[in-house]
């Protein structure tokens, strides 16, 4: 009985699932019309902006990144939450806010939509991301071209996620997708208010299910971008917190679809 209950249930999700990719591939084809009979879709010329709350432990990722991401493209926004002092290059590019609290909060309190609206990209990023030959150009030119929201570079084989979609595929370029999880992912900048939007001021700081939300709530156009990867070199650490932040979030949002964690379609 349990056997064909079981049978039952993913013969059921399936449906949702071949379902749920006819949807979205039917939205990205109507959304994508309207953008393009919209004006100033191009690169506007404005820098990008790098936002990261990074810590100790993450110094030595953070000078690595720093001697890719060069200050002529970004400004560099780092939320340092332990005390700890970033001294000398590169770190001399960086504005550091020092103060404690946790992802979200950040976010949240310094990348307001104003801020937003001085950039053509917002990267936020984590500090226990490697960026091996991660190219930021390369990375950009994907996302432009495809007009996406939200994107994010696939991570690695050896990187440590729960969620397998976030994994790279063998794909030429890469996949859209209804939910991309935040280790190191840009938003178009004139996107950005509608998931700043989205996040709570007084609770659920650690993020928990807001990326679930975006498709839907945000009407994001979200890729997966295979070609260029990263790494996650250190695993989530559950916090009964987080559990009941996003417990929180669900039943605010109770009648906001939530993602599929799936693919449906190819990036250009």
């Given amino acids: 009985m349990r056997r064909v209950k079981n049978l039952w249930v993913r013969s059921v999700n399936a449906i949702k699932g071949v379902q749920s990719k006819a949807r979205l591939r039917q939205w990205v084809k109507e959304r994508d019309a309207r953008r393009a009979t919209e004006k100033n879709l191009q690169t506007s010329g404005k820098k990008y902006l790098y936002a990261s709350p990074v810590g100790a432990s993450g110094e030595a990722q953070l000078r690595k990144l720093l001697e890719k991401f060069d200050a002529e493209h970004f400004d560099f926004l780092i939320f340092v939450y332990d005390g700890h002092q970033f001294e000398g290059a590169p770190f001399d590019r960086c504005t550091f806010i020092h103060e404690k609290g946790v992802i979200y909060h950040f976010f949240k309190k310094y990348i307001t939509p104003e801020v937003a609206a001085k950039y053509d990209v917002i990267f936020l990023g984590m500090e226990d991301i490697e960026i091996d030959d991660f190219s930021w150009q390369r990375f950009i030119e994907v996302m432009k071209r495809n007009q996406l929201d939200m994107a994010a570079p696939a991570l690695s084989a050896q990187s440590i996620t729960p969620h397998k979609i976030m994994y790279r595929q063998p794909t030429e370029t890469g996949r859209l997708v209804d939910v991309i999880e935040l280790f190191l992912t840009a938003f178009d900048a004139r996107a950005w208010p509608r998931f700043w939007n989205l996040i709570e001021r007084d609770y659920n700081h650690w993020g ?15 890729g997966l971008v295979d070609c260029e990867t990263i790494s996650v070199v250190r695993p989530p650490n559950y916090r009964q917190e987080s559990a009941d932040g996003m417990k929180a979030l669900f039943a ?11 693919s449906y379609g190819l990036l250009e």
Avoid at 208 to 222: D, I, N, P, S, T
């Fill in 252 to 262: 605010k949002h109770r009648h906001t679809r939530r993602a599929n964690f799936i």
């Fill in 208 to 222: 928990w299910g807001y990326v679930q939300l975006a498709q839907y709530a945000c009407e994001f156009k979200m």
